[in-house]
């Protein structure tokens, strides 16, 4: 049996979140992050897909509009962690989203940003990004 290597967290820039998300976004059709918000004094979480569009991150999510509209502040959480060393990086953006609503708006995103089968539920969020925080997850060197 092998032990997983020590790792070390590393802070990214706010500039290198938004390089990641973004990259993330492109040519990965299929690479999913967690929208997260608080209702009723409990953290919800649902998975989602994201792309980044004129400095806004457009999220598609399988939640209920009202559960979201009008929240001051929502969480978009992604990574990209390998499994066998548990090497990668994860991040977080908050800020205040709004409901897409435009019906032209609407169909570009659901042609582009995969949505799952969750009920009627499937709302496109726009968060303007406020505060970035992400980390580097890398091993420790031997010594």
Do not use: K
């Not at 400095?55 to 209920?64: C, E, I, S, W």
């Not at 708006?105 to 009627?120: F, S």
């Amino acid at each position: 049996m092998t032990v997983p290597a020590d790792l070390n967290l590393t802070d990214m820039s706010g500039a290198e979140v938004l390089w990641l998300l973004e990259g993330a976004s492109h040519g990965r059709p299929l690479f999913r992050g967690r929208l997260v918000y608080v209702r009723r004094e409990q953290a919800v979480i649902r998975p989602a897909t994201h792309v980044m569009a004129c400095g806004r991150l457009v999220v598609r999510a399988p939640v209920q509009t009202s559960a979201v509209a009008g929240r001051t502040v929502l969480t978009y959480q992604v990574d990209q962690i390998h499994p066998r060393t548990g090497t990668g990086w994860t991040l977080a953006v908050h800020g205040p989203a709004e409901v897409i609503t435009d019906t032209d708006e609407m169909a570009h995103y659901r042609r582009i940003l995969p949505g799952m089968a969750y009920g009627p539920h499937d709302t496109l969020l726009r968060l303007h990004p406020q505060a970035l925080t992400g980390h580097r997850l890398t091993p420790v060197e031997e010594r």
